[in-house]
Structure formats: structure tokens, C-alpha cells
């Protein structure tokens, strides 16, 4: 019998992991890493992350895409990509690593550890007296599987947490809403806000500078999600201005962020390289090779992609 060929090309993970990780549920995978991909036609599966321009024109028998993440705007609308199935990975590590990175954000803002680290960089002893995390209003912009667990997360520490989302959803202990003008109700009543949404259509530059200007004066604003999302020379100029008082950035137009880059000069800018959700292969293996199984079988794989929703 022929052995299924599977590509791998990531510029962030570690192709060994993946491969020592897919040898354990799926021993008869010929794991192949990009570029040494050997016969093209025989490869039936690509495991992937950001491919560049081009890459998937050579195999033409490409039975099933998995993308090496949550988002998954870089597969979509390509002319090197036959229509074959599109996933998404959906793990406990995932959801796990992005609800420690919005707590951490939201909190370093809420319990303020940036005004104490710029004072521990003046030589200060600077008191500020804490607030009730109940008093603080958080919102959290997008409510799937990541900005789900967030939102209730943050709940359950005490804080006031509303979410928004193209569909409105039930979450306990959190207040949802969805729908263009109920965004502007929610940007205007959160101190910090948290953008956790998907690249597509509906959301690209959906932050802009009118969106910007209805938080309130001072406003914390943390996206760990797309940076499309967000028009980024409207967040300098109101990060400049003191519209949006701090800002923590884990996502950005060009990455690695270019050293000339304005946020670079901003003292009210954190800014980590995308890295507030990433792919641990020992805990994602089983979500990618159920779903080879279900597509060898001629079945649906898992958390397939829908191209007209963007995720």
C-alpha cells in the first residue's frame, strides 16, 4: 500500500515536534518537510502555517489543509489552493495559552502594574490604591472558541465583562451582544478592551478612528487576535494623542514589527511577537489526525473552515 505523503512548512514551528508527535497516532503518515517535499503528486496532506505565495501549486492531490492555528484568513482566497477541505486546529492548549495572555493583559492594566513599572524605572515608590475588579468593565470583541473561555474567565475573577460577536451568544456570567451598533454600546462602556476577532470580510479596519474615539478617554486596548482587524494608523494617532491611554499588541501589519516602527517609540505600548496563542503539538496532535482519519474514511474533518464566514 502507498504511503499518505504529508507537507509540512511553518516559519514558527518545529517541524521534529510534529513529526515525532504525528508518528504517534498516525505511524503510516510519510511526514515531509517543505522544500524537501520529494514527489509532489504523492502529497495528500499539508499541515501549514502563513505559506508563502504560490506554495501549494504543486501538489495536485491535496485531499485535506490543516492550518497550524485558530485563524485561518491566510489559506483563504488563494489562486495556488484547490478547493479541498480547510481546518482549523481547536485544542485545550490553544484556548488555554490565550485565556493566560488576556488575563495577564487585562489585569497588568486593571491592578496597575504599568503606571508601578514605569515609576520602578523612575526609582519612584508610586502607591495607587486598587479598584474592585467588579468596577472595571472589560470587553471582549469576538466570542468564539478562544474569546469564549476569555470572557468567562474574567468573569469568574470578577470582573464586569461584556462580549460582542457577529452572532449573539450565551455565556454566563457575561453580558453579549452583536450587531453593528451594539459594538458602538459596547466600545463606549469598556475601559479595556480586547479585540480576540477573526480576520474576514465583515472585520477588516471594523476598529477604525471613529470606533476608537467612542472608548472612553484613557482606554486600555489589547489585541491579541488580527491585526486587520484594527486600522493601525488610527490606533498610533489616538495612542499619541492619549484617546487610547495603553495598549498591549501581540498581532501587527508587517511581522516581525520593523525596527523604525512608531510603536516602537510609544512608552505606552507593550508589544509581544504574536505569540498569545501558538500551537504546542503533544496537546493539537489528536485534532490534526482525527481529522486525516475522517477524510481517508470520506468524512467531514474536523472544525472545517467555511471560506464565506472567514473561519
Known amino acids: 500500500m502507498t504511503l499518505d505523503a504529508l507537507v509540512f512548512y511553518s516559519p514558527v514551528d518545529d517541524p521534529q515536534a510534529w513529526r515525532k508527535a504525528l508518528a504517534s497516532e498516525l505511524p503510516d503518515i510519510d511526514f515531509r518537510v517543505d522544500p524537501d517535499v520529494g514527489d509532489p503528486d504523492e502529497i495528500s496532506f499539508a499541515l501549514t502555517w502563513l505559506p508563502p505565495k504560490g506554495f501549494f501549486h504543486r501538489f495536485r492531490n491535496l485531499k485535506l489543509v490543516t492550518n497550524l492555528g485558530a485563524g485561518a484568513d491566510a489559506l483563504l482566497n488563494r489562486d495556488d489552493l484547490v478547493p479541498v477541505p480547510i481546518t482549523r486546529l481547536s485544542d485545550p492548549g490553544m484556548v488555554s495559552l490565550m485565556t493566560s495572555y488576556v488575563v495577564y493583559a487585562v489585569t497588568r492594566y486593571a491592578r496597575d502594574m504599568h503606571i508601578f513599572e514605569r515609576a520602578t524605572r523612575r526609582g519612584e515608590w508610586h502607591y495607587v490604591h486598587p479598584r474592585s475588579l467588579s468596577e472595571i468593565k472589560v470587553g471582549i470583541l469576538g466570542l468564539g472558541e478562544l474569546g469564549a473561555h476569555a470572557a468567562q474567565t474574567l468573569s469568574g475573577m470578577g470582573y464586569d465583562v461584556y462580549g460582542w460577536s457577529r452572532t449573539l451568544k450565551n455565556i454566563a456570567g457575561v453580558a453579549c451582544f452583536a450587531g453593528r451598533e451594539a459594538l458602538d454600546q459596547v466600545l463606549g462602556q469598556c475601559e479595556i478592551v480586547v479585540s480576540l476577532l477573526p480576520a474576514t470580510g465583515d472585520t477588516r479596519a471594523l476598529?477604525?478612528?471613529?470606533?476608537?474615539?467612542?472608548?472612553?478617554?484613557?482606554?486600555?486596548?489589547?489585541?491579541?487576535?488580527?491585526?486587520?482587524?484594527?486600522?493601525?494608523?488610527?490606533?498610533?494617532?489616538?495612542?499619541?494623542?492619549?484617546?487610547?491611554?495603553?495598549?498591549?499588541?501581540?498581532?501587527f501589519n508587517v511581522e516581525p514589527l520593523p525596527r523604525n516602527h512608531p510603536f516602537w517609540t510609544l512608552d505606552n505600548v507593550l508589544i509581544t511577537p504574536h505569540l498569545a496563542s501558538i500551537t504546542i503539538p503533544a496537546l493539537a496532535v489528536r485534532n490534526v489526525a482525527e481529522s486525516i482519519r475522517r477524510v481517508r474514511r470520506g468524512e467531514e474533518p474536523l472544525h472545517r473552515v467555511d471560506p464565506r464566514r472567514g473561519y
Open 207 to 251: 476598529l477604525g478612528a471613529r470606533e476608537l474615539a467612542l472608548m472612553p478617554r484613557g482606554a486600555k486596548f489589547i489585541n491579541a487576535s488580527r491585526s486587520a482587524v484594527v486600522d493601525e494608523d488610527a490606533l498610533i494617532e489616538a495612542l499619541r494623542s492619549g484617546a487610547i491611554g495603553e495598549a498591549t499588541l501581540d498581532v
